[in-house]
């Protein structure tokens, strides 16, 4: 049997402590790429989840905005019908008052337009209105209510304080508006 000498030896270890080194090279290098490559697709994930938490939180609050705003609305739009209901409220019990303060005048005006008008029909009314009707053709019947119904054929015209409130119901509040924030009436 051959003996080794120390420099076969020495050879022997220089050649494994360089194929080691090369191996380790290639597995620091693989390691590396690989550390690398994980790196790269962790902030690309990182990435592609930011983007998409970042367009929910937007949905969200666009969703959130959008509630906002419409129950800002909806309570505007409730506290306006309270507003606008009790101003009609208002504005009707004004012009009623009004207007039976001045029914009697107005009573009047309207037996003359329609005796004007008209050539014959009934009349059917307090008695303290009989008076005003001076011309022949028409038919006078008593009432108790403080209103006036005139009749001629299919024609049939009701006077009263009710009635010309129902007539100015829509234009009672018609005219409301917000103008710089203060209601305009």
């Known amino acids: ?110 037996i003359s337009t329609i005796i004007k008008k008209y050539e014959k029909g009934t009349f059917t009314m307090p008695l303290k209105y009989h008076a005003s009707v001076l011309k022949e053709g028409f038919v006078l019947n008593d009432l108790d209510k403080e209103e006036i119904i005139f009749t001629s054929g299919n024609l049939f015209i009701e006077y009263s304080v009710e009635r010309i409130l129902e007539e100015l119901e829509d234009e009672l509040t018609a005219h409301f508006q917000i103008e710089g924030g203060t209601w305009q009436g």
């Open 1 to 110: 049997m051959q003996a080794s000498s120390a420099y076969d030896f020495e050879q022997f270890a220089q050649k494994i402590k360089k194929n080691t080194a090369i191996t380790v090279k290639e597995i620091e290098s693989e390691t590396a790429d690989y550390l690398l490559q994980k790196e790269q697709e962790t902030e690309k994930s990182i990435a592609s989840w930011l983007k998409e938490a970042g367009s929910v939180w937007e949905h969200e609050r666009e969703t959130q905005n959008k509630f906002d705003r419409h129950s800002i609305e909806a309570q505007m739009n409730k506290e306006w019908s309270a507003f606008i209901k009790e101003r009609r409220s208002i504005l009707r019990s004004m012009l009623k008052n009004r207007i039976e303060a001045q029914f009697s005048s107005l009573t009047e005006c309207f």
